[in-house]
């Protein structure tokens, strides 16, 4: 059964510095997503992505965060310059062009 | 705008017990709603999922939830629980349009006691 795969697992890197968190979505669908819960707290939505543009961001994603499609199968979230209140679990949805959104493992962010 | 309550932060049955875990949701359209499972140190898998047609749907793992309209609610129950049950149960919801944001509720974390 195909998966939303997602790399690293774990992340770790310096306050200020830049990371990209890279998603393979499902090959035949259509809507990419990134949530991210902050440990012991729910999934927050970040930004949704459709026909090489974002669709929907919430007011988490600021001008530090970016997206991006660089080919056809991956699809990247970008923090330009993390701060501590980053550190997260940062999980990839994709979904075909119905309801349900198929979730990635996530990768742990860890600020420091 | 949609949100999500999940009575219960915490829920501890004993094996073999009923489990009920609560969902109510706001909506000011028809609302999809879904119920996902997550595993410690594990990502979110879908448990069932309510679009339209019958009220009462069944996922995996023997959980079923019922949708009622009335009562803005989409609880989750299974008749037996096992240990293997032991997770965080998230309930979420997202319009009825592909391609929208999910909103999530906090959690219920279910304890399965021997």
């Known amino acids: 059964e195909p998966e939303v795969t997602q790399t690293p697992s774990h992340q770790v890197t310096q306050m200020g510095q830049e990371v990209i968190l890279r998603c393979v979505p499902i090959?035949?669908?259509?809507?990419f997503y990134w949530y991210r819960q902050i440990l012991g707290q729910k999934v927050e939505f970040l930004v949704s992505?459709?026909?090489?543009?974002?669709?929907?961001k919430s007011e988490i994603f600021d001008d530090q965060f970016s997206v991006e499609r660089p080919d056809g199968s991956n699809f990247t979230l970008k923090i330009r310059s993390t701060k501590l209140e980053d550190s997260a679990m940062y999980f990839c949805?994709?979904?075909?062009?119905?309801?349900?959104?198929?979730f990635g493992p996530g990768t742990r962010l860890t600020v420091l | 705008a949609q949100s999500v309550t999940q009575l219960g932060s915490h829920v501890s049955v004993s094996e073999g017990a009923l489990v009920l875990l609560r969902c109510n949701y706001s909506s000011s359209v028809p609302p999809y709603l879904f119920w996902y499972v997550q595993y410690p140190n594990q990502g979110l898998q879908l448990l069932l999922k309510y679009t339209t047609g019958a009220t009462l749907v069944k996922g995996i793992n023997g959980f079923e939830a019922e949708f009622k309209k009335s009562e803005t609610s989409f609880h989750l129950t299974k008749p037996s629980a096992h240990m293997s049950d032991a997770a965080e149960y998230f309930c979420?919801?997202?319009?009825?349009?592909?391609?929208?944001?999910?909103?999530f509720g906090p959690g219920t974390r279910l304890s399965v006691l021997p």
């Open positions: 979420a919801v997202t319009r009825s349009r592909y391609g929208q944001n999910f909103v």
């Open positions: 090959s035949n669908h259509l809507y």
């Open positions: 992505f459709y026909n090489n543009e974002i669709s929907e």
């Open positions: 949805a994709s979904s075909p062009a119905v309801d349900t959104q198929y």
